[in-house]
């Protein structure tokens, strides 16, 4: 007899309706190889009829493992992390495994709540994502043999695998840009330094300021969140300042905050003309903004199919497995924000 809900079908319903035994059904939904073409017709329309739904919960549970890796991100408004996740899904799917996305939102207990959840899963692998990685639930995890690839954040190899991007190469090629269309003035808009992509970003402007010996001065802006609303505000702040003590050229440690900037700036401060302004990441919200920004772009995409193919080759070789750090390259693209050539 038919039941009335698919959540109330089991695979014992399922044996009886067909006439076969539980450890038929679990050879049609497992090892249909097993079975006569006819048997497994018989299991499918009970199947069908049935509405029945396997409970992978409890599958995971029996075998030990699940079919799914985990990506936790740390805000999914923010296009790079989309970027991941395509990649991850893409290089998930072709190992046969399924990738179910979590959104941190900038919240270390979401993250850490995440990161049981995928534990008591029994996931194959997860992928972490974020600013800040949460050792104690990173090590709780590996603790109990689930592969573990963090990105965004350089780990030991001994502590297991990672896939970063050169952020203080990046910082160096965004602050050299500017200076050579012609800044000499040049001020950092980012932190705190806690986040480490946020520092190495830094350490790099600082850097190609060196490389200038002398020419160029630079004036470090730290903000509590790298997000479009402080860049209003420090944006605000410049505009109130004397032109002599404003500075012509502008590193913003995100396109969220360069994006916040150029916005204020508007009707104040001519840009790129009086201050030339370039972002990080190559987020989706600067390509449309008024004033095209030019920005410091990351592999995203790369980088989420490296964590996946790195977290994948864990789950296959065990113990034979080697911890690898990745680090990716990132690239300058120029826009209208600092350039007058555009």
Request: charged share 25%.
């Amino acid at each position: 007899m038919a039941r009335d809900s698919a959540r109330d079908a089991s695979m014992s319903d399922v044996a009886r309706h067909a006439g076969v035994s539980i450890a038929t059904v679990s050879n049609a939904l497992n090892h249909p190889d097993k079975l006569t073409e006819s048997t497994r017709e018989k299991v499918r329309r009970a199947i069908d009829e049935l509405g029945f739904v396997r409970n992978n919960q409890a599958r995971s549970l029996a075998m030990g493992q699940s079919n799914t890796i985990g990506l936790i991100v740390t805000d999914i408004g923010n296009s790079f992390f989309v970027d991941i996740a395509r990649g991850a899904e893409e290089a998930a799917h072709a190992g046969s495994r399924t990738l179910l996305l979590a959104n941190a939102d900038n919240s270390p207990e979401k993250e850490r709540a995440y990161l049981e959840l995928f534990d008591e899963a029994r996931f194959a692998g997860t992928l972490v994502a974020p600013f800040e990685a949460s050792t104690e639930s990173l090590s709780r995890l590996r603790r109990h043999g689930r592969p573990v690839v963090v990105l965004n954040v350089a780990l030991d190899e001994a502590d297991g695998c990672s896939v970063t991007v050169d952020n203080e190469y990046g910082g160096y090629i965004a602050a050299q840009h500017l200076i050579d269309e012609g800044c000499s003035r040049l001020a950092f808009v980012g932190g705190p330094d806690r986040l480490e992509p946020l520092l190495q970003r830094r350490l790099g402007v600082e850097r190609a300021v060196r490389d200038a010996r002398g020419r160029v001065s630079l004036e470090e802006i730290i903000v509590p969140a790298v997000n479009t609303p402080e860049g209003r505000v420090v944006a605000r702040r410049i505009i109130d300042r004397a032109p002599v003590d404003r500075p012509d050229g502008v590193v913003a440690a995100s396109d969220l905050v360069a994006l916040g900037m150029v916005q204020a700036f508007h009707g104040s401060i001519a840009v790129p003309e009086e201050i030339a302004v370039i972002g990080y990441d190559n987020n989706n919200a600067v390509r449309e903004s008024a004033v095209a920004i030019s920005t410091v772009a990351q592999p995203g995409f790369a980088m989420g199919v490296a964590a996946a193919e790195l977290v994948l080759d864990e789950v296959r070789s065990g113990a034979d497995h080697v911890h690898r750090a990745v680090t990716l390259l990132p690239h300058l693209i120029s826009r209208r924000s600092s350039s007058l050539a555009h």
